[in-house]
């Protein structure tokens, strides 16, 4: 024997890295990869160790053998072989996200609501599927996404009644109340969260503002709404990464009911060959209840710039919601209508804001939420008194002094 050499080969076959040399004259090996933190070893002569392996040793080797002719020691004869390095690795990361929010709750016609799962940093693809509550999930699938003009999703399997799993007697009662109350042309039902009996100190502190209390969830089920099992509707698509990995995302699309698919709890599980037990993701659809209003400054004065902004709900809400500012009775400050946003900001505020009460609208696909809050402006002593708004009056500050 003369020597062993180890190749990686790379780009298709076309270029071969030398890894590993063992010259059987002198019985030393060595390796040609100083910058590879000497990773490789030799073991026995003829075998590569490569400790760790990563995604990146994934690829062809071959092994070269040359050996001695018998009839001259000047002549050396080659042989060699190849084999294929398959490197599997689990998924690194897993999400589930809600498609194309956020989204207004829409209160007279049925509209789909698609949940993606995305599944990042696994080699091969991982195998994706659904669970709603606990239970597999049986989807139709589809080779490609939905039309989002063609209605409802539909399909020729029959329905299935969730009455019996996805409503209690609270909610069968609130159904049945709705409908009752729009036959005798009463008002609706409207639901109103539960009020903590230990004071927010964010109120306390906020002496600019009059918070209402009053929230409204709207629960407006109209007759579209059906109470029955909805067909799921199931698409994968598959990205291959530059360093060997493949990020599947699936797409499971239904006609939502927000009646029964409200607080309903959907989890996102990964199947594959490097992992002892699947990966999860869960979220619960949730629709927003009790807005938190901040504003600031604490103190509002005649001049400053005022902002008023939503810092959370009374629950966790999913999917993110939309805001939606209007002020009762009157325009925004800036003449508009209305202002979608998470803040509202009041520029330079003027005595006649004093006592102006602002509505924010808070909605996802699954319901809606109003909460008012009540602007106070104190007088400003760098401003000359005696401003007045529109209908005479003083301003608060004058009116206390």
């Known amino acids: ?36 933190r000497k990773r490789e070893d030799l073991v026995y002569q003829s075998t590569v160790r490569l400790p760790e392996v990563r995604i990146s040793d994934n690829g ?58 995305i599944v990042s940093g696994g080699k091969p693809a991982p195998m994706v599927y659904f669970k709603r509550d606990g239970e597999p999930i049986q989807a139709v699938p589809l080779s490609e996404p939905p039309v989002a003009s063609s209605g409802p999703l539909q399909d ?53 503002t009059e918070n209402v209390p009053e929230t409204v969830v709207s629960r407006e089920f109209p007759r579209w709404v059906h109470s029955n ?12 990464s530059s360093d060997g990995t493949v990020e599947v995302r699936a797409l499971l699309t239904w006609t939502l009911n927000p009646q029964i698919d409200n607080e309903a709890l959907f989890s996102c599980e990964v199947k594959h060959p490097a992992l002892s037990m699947p990966m999860q993701a869960e979220v619960t659809l949730v629709a927003p209840k009790g807005p938190k209003i ?39 400050l800036d003449g508009s209508t209305e202002f979608d946003g998470k803040e509202l900001v009041l ?37 000359a008194r005696g401003t007045e708004d529109s209908n005479g009056k003083s301003s608060l500050s004058e009116l206390l002094a």
């Open 156 to 208: 020729s399997r029959p329905f299935r009644s969730l009455l019996h799993r996805d409503l209690d007697d609270t909610k069968m009662q609130r159904s049945l109340s709705l409908l009752d109350a729009e036959n005798r042309g009463g008002r609706p039902y409207t639901e109103r969260p539960a009020r903590s009996l230990t004071p927010d100190p964010s109120i306390l502190f906020q002496p600019t």
């Open 347 to 383: 520029e330079r505020v003027p005595a006649e804001l004093n006592g102006s009460m602002y509505r924010c609208t808070a909605q996802n696909p699954l319901g809606s939420t109003d909460t008012h809050t009540r602007l106070i402006v104190f007088e400003n002593p760098n401003i």
């Open 60 to 117: 062809p080797y071959e092994c070269h053998v040359g050996i001695y002719d018998r009839a001259t020691r000047e002549k050396v004869v080659l042989a060699s072989g190849n084999i294929f390095l398959n490197v599997m690795a689990p998924p690194t990361s897993i999400e589930v996200v809600a498609a194309d929010m956020p989204a207004p709750f829409s209160r007279y016609q049925a509209q789909n609501f698609t949940l993606v799962c």
């Open 229 to 240: 099992e909805p067909i799921y509707f199931l698409r994968h698509s598959h990205a291959p």
């Open 1 to 36: 024997m003369r020597e062993i050499v180890w190749y990686r080969v790379t780009d298709g076959g076309t270029i071969k890295q030398k890894i590993f040399t063992f010259d059987a004259m002198f019985s030393t090996n060595y390796s040609h990869m100083e910058n590879y």
């Open 294 to 332: 901040m504003m600031t400054p604490s103190r509002a004065r005649v001049g400053d710039t005022v902002r008023i902004l939503v810092h959370g709900f009374q629950n966790e809400v999913f999917p993110e919601p939309m805001f939606t500012w209007t002020r009762v009775g009157s325009r925004l």
